[in-house]
């Protein structure tokens, strides 16, 4: 049981936009900022959005992130066959002490 | 550009200690930058197992703590994870990746190295 909860799956047809969310609590998401992370199939993670809504170089900014009170969201717009991975939130639980991950979404491009 | 790589045994026996190496290249480790260890079990999430600033400060996982020590290298630029009396809820990939700041985003990692706890 993930502390940052994820829908387990997403679709969506190409050029189709979608989103994920993840959900927590005051004492992560209402009161740190909130990142995401790619995971293509067989590779590691791979930074995709930071501080709730900041695209590192080279991420297309068909991807965003979005924060409200102890959600989050992040939309891909029209989607590719590529974005077809897992996807993670993370963020810093005040209460835990440490670093906490939603249980993943994996997105299918049909 | 700045590289990660893990190393050590891919196969640990049940009660032993789990020993890891992370070596990074293309820069040094001894910047104002945070180390961490994040593990995933097979076809699971991803969990954090602990920090260390580049001085030996660390911060672990509540859950792991009893068991996890996490050390920094300056000399040969390496992190190292130790994980006492695994079993198998042990079995899992485990990333090394770096943080500019202890409540700040993971933004380079490693490949992965996959160890098994198994007799």
């Known amino acids: 049981q993930s502390v940052l909860t994820q829908p387990p799956s997403a679709s969506g047809t190409p050029g189709q936009r979608v989103t994920i969310s993840c959900s927590g609590s005051s004492s992560n998401i209402g009161s740190n900022t909130v990142n995401w992370y790619q995971q293509l199939p067989g590779t590691a993670p791979k930074l995709l959005i930071y501080?709730?809504?900041h695209r590192p170089s080279g991420v297309p900014d068909r991807f965003s992130g979005s924060k409200s009170g102890t959600s989050a969201s992040l939309a891909i717009s029209g989607l590719q066959s590529e974005d077809e991975a897992d996807y993670y939130c993370?963020?810093?639980?005040?209460?835990?002490?440490?670093?906490?991950f939603g249980g993943g979404t994996k997105l299918t491009v049909l | 550009q700045l590289q990660l790589q893990e190393s050590g045994p891919g196969l640990v026996r049940p009660s032993e200690t789990l020993s890891l190496t992370c070596t990074v290249s293309?820069?040094?480790?001894?910047?104002?930058?945070?180390w961490a260890w994040i593990r995933q079990p097979p076809g699971k999430g991803l969990e954090w197992i602990g920090s260390i600033y580049y001085s030996g400060s660390t911060y672990y996982n509540p859950s792991l703590k009893s068991r996890v020590t996490i050390s920094v290298d300056t000399s040969k630029n390496q992190v190292s994870l130790k994980l006492r009396s695994v079993t198998a809820a042990d079995t899992a990939v485990y990333y090394c990746a770096r943080h500019d700041g202890l409540y700040v985003s993971f933004d380079y990692w490693g490949q992965g190295t996959l160890v098994t706890v198994s007799s």
């Open positions: 501080t709730n809504s």
């Open positions: 993370a963020t810093w639980d005040d209460s835990l002490n440490g670093w906490v």
């Open positions: 293309g820069g040094s480790i001894g910047t104002n930058y945070h």
